[in-house]
């Protein structure tokens, strides 16, 4: 076998990531070969050099930042202590409400964010300019506001704010000077009956007021803020502005997008009770859409971005090293399919229907042992076969195989070698003892040779 | 509001039994209301997470607003968390997820030229706000040689030396084949053993 095939290996045995008849491969040739016995050292003092180096230094800044995220959770401009508990309350229908309550708070805000944009009239309406007597209610017209809690009120249908009951408190975000007024709306005092305060009252007309206004999105009212104030009980995210390309409003675009971030956070959290309930009715798993929206989102950019990327960045220099690893996988993969009854090892034990224990969990891993004193849900259970699969797939020389021949055929440009390694794949999925037909169909139709 | 079990121990024991059994304790402290409790997983995990968010995106700012986010969101979730499993891991999965986030809405809504200014450039190797945190030229030098990288190759470092994930995780997590894990870790050390040679000297 090619020494330049031992080297590329170094790194992964270096890792224990090789299993099994490779990894005892190396070790033998470790003890003939000084170059790679070096390369092995390098990669230890590797390790050390990154652990000391990448130590991130700077206590102040690490106080302040803590205190800072503190105070995201905690708003510390209310007295009042304790988040009112939601589940207490009916939920039927609170992600709408509070998608709702969300609306008119990003509406209100967006208009006295934008209050210059408005005419007179509607200012006056909404109570950002005085009108005889009335009252003047502005937010610091730099503070991006941030919506800090909402407590839900006794059970009620309609929609309007009082109703809702909804109390925002409403603080400038960090690095936003302080001065100014905190823009305060407080209805649930007064939800049943009491007489509603002005500001409410002027809460509520500017919604209606920024309903009408989103009719007309010439008017530079970002179209999401209109998505926002039609969120269906269904609905779960609210989506990222579109904002109108007006040049006074540069600078607030950026408010207007955290409030609909915001807003998004409300609803996040009555998905999230919403789940609450269900554990309480019995059921055992929590993933709010949210969560599942979010991993999946995730999932699909990772493809999306990685794939261009992998082959840019492969093609140039990886065939030397495909096909170093497809010839000397060939020849293990030979010597096994001799003694092919019997199973092989890998699968046996990673597929043994035996309960996992601690010590079957490298010490210093983190994320895969779990104490099996409840039965798993369908995600973890999902998540463990994965990484039992993943694990099983990546030490069977055959499957590797498939993946170098693959490999080459898509980066040789020796059209005698691509038919060969095509010729491979093809003939793999012919035969009958072959174990991943899937993974060998899926690479010929990745290289347009299969119908 | 639950008891407040950091009345009774304020300075948890920094051993490592110590440390799983205090995190635990701090768990159920913040799931019974005590957000104080909260504060000290904030101290106890924010750099490793950060160092990591940094890694992955290479912008000081979105790393901030990403570990801040995550907290948040950490928290108002933390009654479904269930304590038998590490904190870290779990934090870290939504970090990542609002990262991937942040990386698909800054490619809708911009043109290539504004992530470049927004310190997504993939040339750039300016560190930015991150030079305050390191003490020493040689961290700099490390973290300037890391972020040269091509994110395909410092993506796969990063899971691999920060969050000290296996290959199977990050072939699953970035989805690519676990022999692509291998060969692109091997490079990326390659490359980096290359320019920080004399670092590794002991």
């Keep these: ?451 | 509001m639950g008891e407040n079990i950091r009345e009774e121990k304020d300075n948890p024991a920094v051993n490592n039994v110590g440390e799983a059994v205090s995190e635990k304790k701090l768990i159920e402290a913040v799931q019974n209301g005590d957000k104080r409790a909260f504060g000290q997983l904030i101290r106890i995990h924010q750099k490793r997470l950060f160092r990591y968010i940094y890694g992955l995106l290479k912008s000081f700012d979105a790393a901030e607003d990403i570990v801040q986010e995550a907290f948040v969101k950490a928290y108002d979730n933390i009654k479904s968390f269930r304590t038998e499993y590490a904190f870290y891991p779990w934090l870290s999965t939504i970090a990542r997820n609002l990262a991937y986030n942040q990386i698909n809405r800054e490619e809708k809504k911009e043109s290539l030229d504004v992530l470049q200014e927004k310190g997504y450039d993939p040339q750039s190797t300016e560190l930015g706000p991150l030079e305050n945190l390191l003490n020493h030229e040689n961290n700099k030098r490390f973290y300037k040689a890391v972020m040269s990288l091509p994110v395909t190759y410092r993506s796969v470092f990063v899971l691999r030396h920060f969050e000290q994930m296996d290959y199977a995780q990050i072939a699953s997590y970035l989805k690519i084949p676990p022999g692509t894990v291998d060969s692109r870790l091997y490079r990326a050390r390659k490359l980096l053993m290359e320019h920080l040679k004399d670092l590794m000297s002991d």
């Design chain 1, 1 to 451: 076998m090619e020494h330049s095939y031992f080297k590329d290996r170094i790194s992964a045995y270096h890792d224990r990531e090789l299993k099994h008849e490779e990894e005892q491969l190396i070790r033998e040739h470790l003890q003939q070969c000084a170059e790679c016995r070096q390369l092995l050292d390098e990669l230890e003092k590797f390790d050390r050099m990154v652990e000391k180096h990448s130590e991130l230094a700077g206590g102040e800044y690490w106080e302040e930042s803590a205190r800072r995220i503190e105070a995201a959770i905690r708003p510390e401009v209310s007295t009042t202590t304790e988040v009112t508990r939601i589940s207490s309350y009916s939920w039927k229908n609170l992600g709408w409400k509070l998608a709702a309550v969300a609306a008119s708070v990003a509406a209100l805000a967006f208009i006295a964010f934008h209050e210059g944009d408005l005419s007179r009239e509607i200012r006056q309406k909404v109570g950002l300019e005085p009108s005889g007597d009335q009252k003047v209610i502005t937010a610091p017209a730099d503070a991006p506001i941030t919506i800090m809690r909402v407590v839900p009120p006794p059970e009620s249908a309609d929609t309007t704010l009082s109703e809702v009951g909804a109390r925002i408190d409403v603080k400038p975000r960090k690095g936003v000077p302080t001065e100014g007024e905190t823009l305060e709306i407080r209805s649930d005092e007064f939800a049943d009956g009491y007489p509603k305060p002005e500001r409410v009252r002027l809460a509520e007309e500017t919604l209606a007021v920024s309903k009408e206004a989103i009719q007309q999105p010439a008017s530079g009212i970002p179209k999401a803020v209109a998505d926002t104030a039609t969120l269906g009980d269904e609905t779960e995210e609210l989506s990222i502005p579109d904002l109108a390309p007006e040049k006074e409003a540069d600078s607030y675009e950026f408010s207007a997008v955290q409030l609909v971030q915001d807003a998004r956070l409300l609803t996040d959290s009555a998905a999230k009770a919403r789940s609450e309930i269900t554990v309480d009715s019995g059921e055992t798993r929590i993933v709010t859409q949210m969560e599942r929206k979010d991993q999946e989102l995730g999932a699909e950019i990772a493809v999306k971005g990685e794939q261009d990327i992998v082959r840019l960045a492969e093609e140039a220099s990886s065939l030397e090293m495909w096909r170093a690893r497809r010839d000397s996988l060939s020849d293990i993969v030979s010597q096994s399919e001799k003694k092919r009854e019997e199973p092989s090892v890998a699968l046996e034990k990673s597929f043994s229907l035996r309960a996992p224990e601690a010590s079957d969990v490298p010490a210093d891993s983190e994320l895969m042992y779990m104490d099996l004193k409840e039965p798993l849900d369908k995600d973890q259970l999902k998540q463990v076969l994965d990484s039992v699969y993943n694990e099983v797939i990546r030490h069977d020389p055959e499957y590797q195989l498939l993946e170098a021949q693959y490999q080459v055929a898509l980066l040789t440009t020796d059209e005698g070698e691509h038919d060969q390694s095509v010729k491979y794949l093809r003939d793999y999925l012919e035969r009958e003892d072959s174990a991943y037909k899937m993974q060998a169909a899926w690479y010929l139709q990745q290289l347009d040779e299969i119908d």
